[in-house]
């Protein structure tokens, strides 16, 4: 599976870290707005070549005329991961100023399945809206909120559950977390 997965500069890049190691069997096209390169910096233990590293093609947001700004590169999916929500507001309102919301309009207007992890709190109505108005159109909305009945015990844990849920979106098997199965 083809799968493009940016990180915007929302608090929470090591969702998108995550992404990157489970997606590992898949081809993987990663775009890093330049605010999540900070916050990587910031939030994370790794390095931005470790990250790219993770990424058969890695692509500048700025980069307008990229091969995934076009229709005719075929995608299956788009993972935005952590998304900022300047980001989720700008796709919701079809602006397209950089790459990853111009693929955005292009996965929307092919009919490509599109997963954002909106990472703010609390949400504004503005927002909301927002939200609805790409749930209506699709777009899958996965916030990063924990399952508590799985019973983290660190954060890898909540990073793992949500991981699972943005591959469960996808259809791809893991192991990142059991089912919950009451006794």
């Known amino acids: 599976m083809r799968v493009v997965v940016?990180?915007?500069?929302?608090?929470?890049a090591i969702i998108g870290i995550r992404l990157l190691q489970a997606l590992q069997d898949e081809e993987i096209y990663l775009?890093?707005?330049?605010?999540?390169?900070?916050?990587?910096?910031?939030?994370?233990?790794?390095?931005?070549?470790?990250?790219?590293?993770?990424?058969?093609?890695?692509y500048l947001n700025e980069?307008?005329?990229?091969?995934?700004?076009?229709?005719?590169?075929?995608?299956?999916?788009?993972?935005i991961a952590p998304c900022?929500?300047?980001?989720?507001?700008?796709?919701?309102?079809?602006?397209?100023?950089?790459?990853?919301?111009?693929?955005?309009?292009?996965?929307?207007?092919?009919?490509?399945k599109i997963i954002v992890v909106p990472r703010e709190t609390p949400l504004s109505p503005i927002v909301l809206e927002n939200m609805l108005k790409l749930s209506k159109l699709g777009v899958?909305?996965?916030p990063p909120v924990p399952a508590f009945y799985l019973r983290p015990k660190k954060i890898e844990d909540v990073v793992d559950y949500i991981v699972g849920k943005i591959l469960d979106s996808l259809g791809i098997r893991h192991n990142l977390y059991q089912p919950y199965s009451p006794q």
Not at 63 to 79: P, Q, R, Y
Not at 84 to 105: F, Q
């Open 31 to 58: 775009i890093i707005s330049e605010n999540a390169e900070k916050i990587i910096q910031f939030e994370t233990g790794y390095s931005l070549d470790e990250v790219k590293s993770m990424a058969k093609k890695v």
């Open 6 to 12: 940016a990180i915007t500069g929302a608090s929470g």
């Open 140 to 142: 899958r909305i996965i």
């Open 84 to 112: 900022s929500t300047s980001t989720l507001s700008k796709i919701a309102c079809g602006i397209a100023d950089n790459l990853i919301t111009r693929v955005a309009s292009v996965a929307l207007k092919e009919g490509r």
């Open 63 to 79: 980069n307008m005329e990229a091969d995934i700004a076009s229709g005719t590169t075929k995608f299956e999916s788009l993972v």
